[in-house]
Nanobody, 123 residues
Framework: QVQLVESGGGLVQAGGSLRLSCAAS????????MGWFRQAPGKERDIVAAITSSGDRRYYADSVKGRATISRDSAKNTVYLQMSSLKPEDTAVYYC????????????????WGQGTQVTVSS
């Protein structure tokens, strides 16, 4: 089993940057593909970025391409989401998730979820 804890959210002005972190428990972290999702009020939870278990491939939603970077540090059991040029429409609760079925854009393919961290971008 994997437990995930996100951190790094907060209030940021439009155009600013932030880095979200997701710390994972368990010795099998390196065997899981990881994803970052976000959910705005009244909307579905959507993929932001995903990374393979080895870290050799990354995937991004069109809405964040060029502004987001997902990375992972297996020594620290942590996955990161670096975002820049933030926009008010990036405001959401951000969740990290772990999948033992490979990277996916779909929430149903992820087995473990963190509790989420709020990101608010002011205009």
């Amino acid at each position: 089993q994997v437990q995930l804890v996100e951190s790094g959210g907060g209030l940021v002005q439009a155009g600013g940057s932030l880095r979200l972190s997701c710390a994972a428990s368990g010795r099998t972290f390196s065997s899981y593909a990881m994803g970052w999702f976000r959910q705005a009020p009244g909307k579905e939870r959507d993929i932001v970025a995903a990374i393979t278990s080895s870290g050799d491939r990354r995937y991004y939603a069109d809405s964040v391409k060029g502004r987001a970077t997902i990375s992972r540090d297996s020594a620290k059991n942590t996955v990161y989401l670096q975002m820049s040029s933030l926009k008010p429409e990036d405001t959401a609760v951000y969740y990290c998730a772990a999948s033992n079925r490979g990277t996916s854009y779909y929430t149903k393919n992820y087995d473990y979820w963190g509790q989420g961290t709020q990101v608010t971008v002011s205009s």
